[in-house]
């Protein structure tokens, strides 16, 4: 007989796992997809973050114990792992979000397009000393900007990143890190190593924790049927 090993039809079984398992759920690495800039990058092996804060203890005379704490500022950082087939994953991914550099600091074809910079005029000469029209000398200066492709991490512009988790019992979690700006990155090859990962440092801006994003609690043909929230 189909179904259930109590005999129950599937939708039923898997109700009565839900109300026992919705409660207390985990989840693994091998449950979660991390998605930069919106991105997901399948050469992602761990990420990690650190939330620190400032905080000085009061004392005053006749105690040896604080009387209180004063708050200063948070710093969130963290890192990430990747493994490296045949390109730096993270960098590759990021190739379509530009920057704004210096023309003749790029190596070629990094450019994408010239901007429109205007022109800078400067005075020169004393103050005061007029050329024959009567006016201050002038001398123009142009800018030249290009929309470029980044060359290290350190240049791409900050990003999102959301990691999203999901179980077999039905269980769904989200958390985010904003306003992630690389800091550091570097990699190492060996004769003893068998793969190559590269590892990035960063700073982000703020970090909104897990939390639920529902529950499956029944599957008809395939497709979910209703999701608790």
């Known amino acids: 007989m189909g179904g259930s090993p109590q005999g129950l039809p599937a939708s039923d079984a898997l109700n009565s796992v839900s109300t026992f398992t919705k409660t207390y759920n985990s989840f693994s690495g091998v449950d979660m997809v991390c998605t930069f800039g919106r991105k997901v990058i399948g050469e992602l092996q761990g ?20 009387r209180s704490f004063s708050r200063g500022k948070r710093g969130i950082a963290g890192s990430v792992v990747f493994h490296v087939f045949d390109r730096s994953a993270l960098l590759e991914v990021m190739r379509d979000r530009p920057f704004i550099a210096n023309k003749y600091d790029l190596p070629a074809g990094y450019a994408i397009a010239d901007i429109s910079v205007p022109t800078v ?6 103050l005061g000393t007029l050329d024959g029209s009567g006016n201050p000398s002038i001398s123009r200066i142009t800018i030249d900007k ?16 959301t990691i999203t988790a999901s179980n077999e019992y039905g269980a769904f979690a989200k958390m985010q890190i904003h306003g992630v700006e690389i800091l550091n990155s570097g990699s190492g090859m060996s004769i ?14 703020r970090i909104t924790p897990w939390n ?16 608790e929230v």
Not at 121 to 126: H, N, P, R, T
């Open 146 to 161: 290009v929309l470029a492709k980044p060359t290290y991490l350190d240049q791409v512009l900050p990003f999102d990143i």
């Open 192 to 205: 003893d190593d068998i793969t190559t990962d590269e590892a990035c440092t960063f700073v982000s801006t």
């Open 47 to 66: 990420i990690s973050y650190t939330i620190q804060r400032e905080k000085a203890p009061i004392y005053t005379m006749g105690s040896a114990d604080p």
């Open 212 to 227: 639920s994003q529902g529950f499956i609690r029944s599957r008809t043909g395939g497709k979910t049927s209703s999701i």
């Open 121 to 126: 005029e400067v005075g020169s000469g004393l």
